[in-house]
């Protein structure tokens, strides 16, 4: 049921106990699902009766489980609405092992909440979707076998050459045989742990981060070690330490409008990280979705353009800026570290489809798709705006965010008497969603944070949305004054 790692720097009782966590807030152990025994999980796992009572302890503390005098221990009722069926009986499932540690991020996705506040996805009446349509035309015209191929390995050629020339505007001096093309982002997240990191390898991680790259890491057995992030982004003085003691294989890092808290990380601090990497001979994974999507001057260089002796894995997405429902990323890369990737690949699906990556050939530095990127990121600067106006006037004492420069979050600070899960039940029942702050932890245990996407919905949408969070907040504010003290 759990796994964990006796040569980890992170106490055993901590690391069931982040286990237990992961799996009940993923929704992979259900509300009701009975825990084995002290003794049994002991047994198990081969650790003392005392550190599994010490980490049942905590996770009894913290509201996820409950204990029944003479039947045991069982999860909690979680404040998630429950979407099997109850007419069927699944718990025999149960029985059966799996490897999947921890998926929270999908938990947020799948919403069909009216305030879609939850997920980075554009609204898709942004983009030029009649022009993408003659595009798709155009294709077909050109090749009407095109659905009969296979995509190389590797990448379309022409989308790579495209590619190459496209980042030599950001200083990535690199070539077509160093790029893959990806379904996405994520599959690029997923190349670099399925190839490179094992279980009890060290992964450090910004806190709070990427809930999808978190899922993704847990899944391969790492060791994660996070760094606090400031205005700058990750800290670099306290990253140098952890590097000292614990030897990590890969950093992973978002340094340009990083996700969740839309900070940027200045080009100096950047360096500092290279060096960082180079002198521990570790791997920096630069997770770069949002560079585009800047609202008053451009970011600065991305890390890679710094690296020239292959340390840096890069990783671009095109989804959120380009056409979402074509999925296509690149990864850049060098050397072995480039082969093993590509290897993996081939492992995993032989290539990404060749249609969409032919969509995107004249997408990519086309006069367009400029005019395309200017308009967006004048509406997304003009959403942002009527978030932080909505919370600024409506939003309890106590209530303060991030202003993003760019990208398609707000990240939210609460004060102590809210808990962010506890506000996003409530705001479930009005049809409103976001993602909760403890999905972009990996160690700590989060309750006061908020992501809140505002690329999705339009300014209407955003306005009475943000208005109802506002609403439950106070409500809670008024609660939580009212409360009898002993």
């Not at 039947?71 to 404040?79: A, E, P, S």
């Not at 890092?253 to 180079?278: C, S, W, Y």
Request: hydrophobic share 40%; charged share 20%; net charge positive.
């Amino acid at each position: 049921m759990i796994t964990i790692n006796k040569s980890e720097a992170i106490p055993l009782s901590k690391q069931i106990y982040m286990s237990f966590v992961d799996k009940i807030r993923s929704g992979l152990l259900p509300s009701g699902s009975k825990l084995p025994t002290v003794r049994q999980l002991a047994k198990d796992i081969e650790v003392s009766l005392v550190t599994v009572m010490k980490a049942y302890k905590q996770l009894e503390e913290d509201g996820f489980i409950e204990l029944s005098k003479g039947k045991g221990t069982y999860v909690k009722m979680q404040l998630q609405p429950e979407t099997s069926n109850p007419e069927q009986d699944f718990d025999w499932q149960l029985s059966i092992p799996d490897y999947l540690h921890r998926s929270q991020y999908a938990r947020f996705q799948d919403s069909d909440a009216s305030y879609h506040f939850s997920s980075s996805m554009i609204d898709p009446a942004l983009f030029p979707n009649q022009y993408m349509d003659q595009l798709i035309e155009q294709v077909f015209k050109q090749n009407p076998r095109i659905l009969s191929q296979y995509g190389g390995i590797q990448g379309d050629l022409a989308l790579r050459e495209k590619m190459t020339q496209n980042l030599l505007k950001s200083k990535i001096e690199t070539t077509a045989e160093n790029l893959l093309i990806t379904s996405g982002s994520q599959q690029g997240i997923d190349l670099v742990a399925r190839t490179f990191v094992g279980p009890g390898d060290v992964v450090i991680m910004e806190a709070p981060t990427y809930p999808g790259a978190i899922d993704v890491f847990r899944s391969r057995g790492a060791t994660i070690l996070t760094v606090p992030i400031d205005k700058d982004g990750m800290r670099v003085d306290m990253l140098h330490a952890l590097c000292e003691k614990h030897n990590p294989k890969l950093i992973y890092t978002t340094p340009t409008f990083h996700n969740p808290t839309g900070t940027i990380m200045p080009l100096q601090r950047r360096k500092v990280l290279l060096d960082i990497a180079e002198s521990h001979h570790c791997l920096i994974m630069e997770d770069d979705p949002f560079s585009d999507i800047y609202f008053d001057r451009k970011p600065p260089l991305p890390i890679k353009s710094l690296d020239k002796s292959g340390h840096v894995i890069y990783l671009k997405g095109l989804s959120k800026t380009i056409a979402p429902g074509c999925r296509i990323g690149l990864l850049a890369a060098s050397g072995s570290i480039f082969k093993r990737l590509y290897a993996a690949k081939a492992n995993m699906d032989l290539g990404s489809p060749l249609l969409t990556q032919k969509v995107i050939v004249p997408l990519v530095d086309s006069v367009k798709t400029e005019q395309h990127l200017k308009r967006l990121r004048a509406a997304l600067k003009s959403r942002r705006d009527v978030v932080l106006a909505v919370l600024k006037e409506h939003a309890p004492s106590g209530v303060t965010c991030f202003i993003p420069k760019g990208g398609l979050n707000v990240w939210i600070q609460l004060p102590s008497w809210i808990d962010s899960n506890v506000l996003l039940y409530e705001a479930n029942k009005r049809h409103v969603s976001f993602l909760t702050g403890s999905a972009c932890f990996a160690i700590e245990n989060e309750h006061s944070t908020l992501r809140l996407s505002y690329s999705y919905a339009n300014e209407k949408q955003l306005q009475d949305g943000v208005m109802i969070l506002c609403e439950i907040m106070r409500a809670m504010q008024s609660a939580s004054t009212s409360s009898p003290t002993f």
